[in-house]
């Protein structure tokens, strides 16, 4: 049973239509992307979950991978929140 639920929550992350999660995703355009630091820049749309208004800034992210695919221009839907502190990209996905 335990298996089988895990099973089911990995589907479900996987899944585009479960994407929105707890939070919904954000627009954004990346105007930055900081492999080193695992950074990214972004004009983002307003965060509700943050009650941060639209503006350009820096997220880190929860995982090195997210950068992949990402570059200067890159129009994303994404969800941030505050981990250890620091406002992370928790989920991105290119438009
Ligand atoms: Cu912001």
């Given at each position: ?8 929550a990995v589907f479900l992350a996987a899944s585009?239509?479960f ?77």
């Amino acid at each position: 049973m335990k298996l089988l639920s895990m099973l089911a929550a990995v589907f479900l992350a996987a899944s585009p239509a479960f994407a929105d999660g707890d939070h919904p995703m954000t627009d954004g355009t990346v105007t930055k992307v900081d492999a080193k630091w695992n950074k990214v820049t972004i004009d983002h749309g307003p965060l509700e979950n943050l009650d941060m208004p639209a503006m350009k800034m820096v997220f880190v992210v929860a995982d090195p991978a997210m950068l992949d695919g990402l570059s200067e221009g890159s129009k994303v839907r994404f969800v941030a929140d505050r981990m250890n502190g620091k406002l992370t990209v928790t989920e991105i996905e290119v438009q």
